[in-house]
């Protein structure tokens, strides 16, 4: 295992922009690369406000410690600054873009990466999307959709997975992707990481989540148990086990 | 990104039809208006006695008729009128080859790219420069099946009864006081005629330019389409940033014979100095079908509503509009369907976007007469705000005096979302591509409907319009 991690978070305090109270406090965490972590934690431990602060939600604001990515500090970056560096936020509620299609979505997203006057062969990215689209079980015409607009819960997950094996980032963090989610919409998303994961070793994967359930069909090298803003616990996959048998109240008191 | 940063950073500089040519022209009046202007405009375009009299009247009409108060900020408008050239004939007559038009005239216009498209999508094409058109040629495969397309001035010399038996029926002057100012001063335009039964393939265009400060362009147009005929007319306007403001008010009038289609696409892309006061209307006869589709994106303010007067049985009417207010403009916009037989339907689809400090108003109209049994109408307007400080209204006037009829109305205004923003950025977007984006998708209902070579320029503008935006 390399030594240098590809995110190394070092007690970091976080809240929401225009409001006094901390929901991150002084929170520390390593991924190596290529590693699966899962985050669990009840609700309002500060699990999303992490991913969002990672991705660079303007609304939060780091007020002390540091995220280094790659060896660079990123707290400092822009949202699109960090995407383009690799970093990806599947998001909990995926917005909805009404008139735009996933293609032409994903499409200026890949331009975006380009540097200068490069522009992104449309023929080449139609073979890509449809190749990405058959990895992921999913039928071509998904991708003329209005982004969301009108999905269901499992389609807008699906929507997030497909993005993800569109723009191949070296760190995914999804937050809460299995929330709301039946149990075969759950398998089909859980299918999709596993199956970029073989794809690309090298991916690291953050799994923020509230249940169990998930880590049933993904498996985490790293479980991390989050109450209050900090992480309380780090094991192996038996502390989510652990935590399905006794649930998070032991933590309560904290 | 904060809002006043944002607001701060607006930048319109990027209008790129601002350029001004050498200004020639062989004849103008004075500035401002009486009746001796009038005179001398209808004397110079050596016209019959009964058109001298229509003018005269239209004035008298003009000046007895209060400035508006609703709509739009009129109140320096009187100020601006008594100051601009009410007529400016920028050559000695119409041109039916590019190379007789005056070299700076054909030059603004190539920079248009208007001879080039007039190659290859276009049936036939029409430019006014000022107040005259300086060209004006249809293709011969459609000449030969009967088709005009000339200016109004030749419409009424050459097809003397054919003019009089339209002219001024859809859209008589006393209607409002810019059709009554229109009706006395008009100049330029097209006159329009598609034979029974001819199928127009390729669309009609005429490109309006101004380019003299202080201009007031008066374009009048008559579009008579006969039964079973289909036809696709579009028209586009550009003019010069100057600072002092100038005045635009034209009035085209449309007759739909029973079974014909027709449609009429505006880009109107005035400056930001420009007073855009235009009144279109429809007559539209049994089971023909009028669209209007309306793209208002320059201009200080326009006020246009384009209109369909549904009077046959089946008939159908559509009015698709995209506005689109920036700094220190108002786009009051919107559609009239009035429903005057049974079974008639309409819809309205109109979408604004606001940014800064722009204004859009969506007004409508949807009037439905007793007897127009079984009618339908449907209107939708949805509003974009850009920015706190931007502001949309809507003023939607429902008159329905026929029981058996069915009229929907609904409206949505949306504002950018920061976790629509955020959603885009987190994908490698910047602010202006996600900006963009967003806009784009929300007008994509109408643009869809646009020529390829206007969809593609409407994106362009609202790419520059949106990098203006952020700081």
Known sequence: MSSTPILKIDGLYAKVV?????????????????????????????KSTLAKVLAGHPGYEATAGEVIYRGEPILEMDPEERACAGVFLAFQYPVEIPG????????????????????????DFQDELIERMKLLDMDPSFAERPINDGFSGGEKKRNEILQMAVLRPSLALMDETDSGLDIDALKIVANGVNKLREEDPEMTVLLITHYQRILNYINPDKVHVMVDGKIVQSGGPEVALELEDQGYSDWKEI | MPENELIQNLDLDEYKYGFIDQETHVFRTR?????????????????????????????????????PKWG???????????????????????????DDVPENIKNTFERLGIPEAEQKVLAGVGAQYESEMVYHSLKDEWESQGVIFDSIEDGLKNHPELFREHFATVIPPADNKFSALNSAVWSGGSFVYIPRGVHLETPLQAYFRVNQERMGQFERTLIIVEEGAQAHYIEGCTAPVYSTDSFHSGVIEIVLKRDSRFRYTTIQNW?????????????????????????????????????????????HGSIMSIAYASDGQHQDTGGKVVHAAPNTTSSIVSKSISK?????????????????????????????????????????????????????HEATVSKVGDEQLFYLKSRGMSEEEAMALIVRGF?????????????????????????????
């Open chain 1, 18 to 46: 225009d409001q006094d109270i901390s929901i991150l406090k002084g929170l520390d965490l390593e991924l190596q690369q290529g590693e699966i972590h899962a985050i669990m934690g009840p609700n309002g431990s500060g």
């Open chain 1, 100 to 123: 735009v299609s996933i293609a032409n979505f994903l499409r200026t997203a890949l331009q975006a990466r380009l540097e200068g006057d490069d522009e992104v062969d449309l023929f």
């Open chain 2, 31 to 67: 500035p401002g208006l009486d009746e001796d202007i009038v005179r001398q405009i209808s004397e110079r375009k050596e016209e019959p006695q009964w058109m001298l009299d229509f003018r005269l009247k239209a004035l008298r009409t003009y000046e007895a008729k209060p400035m």
């Open chain 2, 72 to 98: 739009g900020d009129l109140s320096k408008l009187e100020e601006t009128l008594e100051e601009i050239y009410f007529y400016v004939k920028p050559q000695d007559q119409m041109e039916r080859s590019w």
């Open chain 2, 271 to 315: 400056s930001n100095n420009m007073y855009n006061l235009v009144t279109q209307r429809a007559l539209v006869n049994e089971n023909a079908t009028m669209e209007w589709l309306d793209g208002n994106l320059g201009s200080k303010l326009t006020m246009k509503y384009p209109s369909c007067y549904l009077m046959g049985e089946g008939a």
């Open chain 2, 356 to 408: 800064g400090h722009g204004r859009s108003s969506y007004r409508g109209l949807c009037k439905v007469y007793e007897g127009s049994t079984n009618a339908r109408s449907n209107v939708e307007c949805d509003a974009l705000l850009i920015n706190d400080t931007s502001r949309t209204d809507t003023y939607p006037y429902i008159e329905i005096e026929e029981k058996r009829s069915t009229v929907g």
């Open chain 2, 443 to 471: 007008i994509e209902p109408i643009a869809k409907e646009l020529p390829l070579e206007y969809a593609v320029e409407l994106n362009r503008l609202i790419e520059l319009e949106m990098e203006g935006s952020v700081g």
